[in-house]
């Protein structure tokens, strides 16, 4: 099946630092590309989708400003958690739809001290 | 927006039995249903999916089951066996370029 790839996927950064996130779509274009959250033992929260070559639509309650997507490429989305807190951490997975069916990257787990 | 309810929220069966987890989902409009099953720390991995056009899908061990018009769907996992245990979540989006909306999760556990 398709694949979707994650990088870094783990990653500890100090409060008030940012940190990039970057998916991609290893062997398919993808238009769209979707960034969720996912707290300990919780189900996953869509943040926003990603558009290439436009902005990305944010879900409600998700600051624009502080996490900051950039689809730039047909294969590429990134995710930049700005000025992190502690309760930034958390599970961060992206993912991409191809022939209708919806691939899941690996995820990052970003840990904010 | 979608909303989507799951239940349970967990799940404990016995070795062979059978584990049936129920979803339902408030906007008519959506047409693709998949369910995921998540292991600890690692994304989350298709295992069926139907769309609204079908009512019933299955594959081996794995069925899942649609009502359009009661709004709801659900997997039915028989045989299980103690690989099975994980997290289970039902979703549902209108199709392409649309995101997925998940339900809160079922935790399965099966024991020899």
């Known amino acids: 099946g398709a694949v979707v790839s994650q990088h870094p996927s783990w990653v500890i950064c100090k409060s008030g630092t940012s940190v990039k996130i970057e998916c991609r779509s290893l062997?398919?274009?993808?238009?769209?590309m979707f960034w969720y959250r996912q707290f300990p033992k919780q189900s996953l929260m869509l943040m926003a989708t990603s558009n290439e070559g436009s902005k990305a639509t944010y879900e409600q309650g998700v600051e624009k400003d502080k996490f900051l997507i950039n689809h730039a490429s047909l294969t590429l989305s990134t995710l930049t958690v700005t000025s992190a807190h502690p309760e930034d951490s958390s599970f961060y997975i992206c993912?991409?739809?191809?022939?209708?069916?919806?691939?899941f990257g690996p995820g990052t787990r970003l840990t904010v001290t | 927006g979608e909303n989507v309810e799951q239940h349970p929220s967990t799940l404990s069966v016995q070795e062979g039995d059978s584990a049936v987890i129920k979803c339902t989902y408030s906007d008519s409009a959506s047409n693709y249903f998949p369910w995921y099953k998540q292991e600890l720390g690692k994304r989350p991995q298709l295992i069926i999916d139907?769309?609204?056009?079908?009512g019933e899908k299955k594959d081996q061990r794995i069925a899942v089951t649609l009502n359009k018009t009661a709004k709801h769907f659900s997997l039915h996992i028989t045989e299980t066996q103690p690989e099975d245990s994980a997290v289970y979540f039902c979703?549902?989006?209108?199709?392409?370029?649309?995101?997925?909306?998940f339900g809160k999760g079922t935790s399965l556990l099966v024991t020899p």
């Open positions: 979703a549902a989006s209108k199709e392409t370029g649309y995101a997925l909306n």
């Open positions: 139907i769309r609204s056009n079908v």
């Open positions: 062997d398919f274009q993808a238009t769209t």
């Open positions: 993912s991409a739809r191809l022939a209708g069916v919806v691939y």
